[in-house]
Antibody
């Protein structure tokens, strides 16, 4: 059974760096057939794809946020980490991680709400 | 970066049928965009319904189907149930990155 769970701070200040962790189980992130992605959703708004990392360490980023995002993985700990620099109140959102395989973002974590405020 | 557009809202009667569409500003949507469709209910994470245009997961109700229609990705619901009232999002692949549509709020009334 595949599960994913997001964790990180619930509140960050403007200009700070956000670090989120996705801890997963039920699969191994060790081949290019499997990936973990990050998606966010501001309150009352649409989903936005942020970043993705494959098991072979290939990384992809949203062009609009590319210079602020870094995604890494720790295969031995079954974790994927997303960092986002220079946080702003508009980055207030629920952040989800999701398992991707066979062209499908098939299973998602419950998400973690991050607020940006001074 | 391409913009992906969906109908903001649609209303359907119980037992009826409705088609939601997903268009790209870059070009006609094709199977190479690997269209995914998600259902999201209030306070919940999105749930994947359709991937690679028309493939269903084991949990996808039979009344949901995906296709390409007139240069767009399409999600058709047949025999709509009250529990289908939700937000629906499409996701398209563009050569290494992914873009979500703005979502369709489906009301069953």
């Amino acid at each position: 059974q595949i599960t994913l769970k997001e964790s990180g701070p619930t509140l960050v200040k403007p200009t700070q760096t956000l670090t989120l962790m996705c801890t997963f189980s039920g699969f191994s992130l060790s081949t290019n057939e499997v990936a973990v992605g990050w998606i966010r959703q501001p309150p009352g708004k649409a989903l936005e794809w942020l970043a993705l990392i494959y098991g072979d360490d290939d990384k992809r980023y949203s062009p609009s946020l590319n210079n602020r995002l870094t995604i890494t993985k720790d295969t031995s700990r079954n974790q994927v980490v997303l960092t986002m620099t220079n946080m702003d109140p508009v980055d207030t959102a629920t952040y989800f991680c999701a398992h991707r395989q066979d062209s499908s973002f098939d299973l998602w974590g419950r998400g973690t709400l991050v607020s940006v405020s001074s | 970066q391409a913009v992906v557009t969906q109908e903001p809202s649609l209303t359907v009667s119980p037992g009826g049928a409705v088609t939601l569409t997903c268009a790209s500003s870059a070009a006609a949507v094709t199977s190479d965009n690997w269209p995914n469709w998600f259902q999201q209910k209030p306070g919940q994470a999105p749930r994947t319904l359709i991937y690679r245009t028309s493939h269903k997961h084991s949990w996808t109700p039979a009344r949901f189907s995906g296709s390409l229609l007139g240069g767009k990705a399409a999600l058709t619901l047949s025999g709509v149930q009250p529990e289908d009232e939700a937000d629906y999002y499409c996701l398209l692949y563009f050569g290494g990155t992914w873009v979500f549509g703005g979502g369709t709020k489906l009301t069953v009334l």
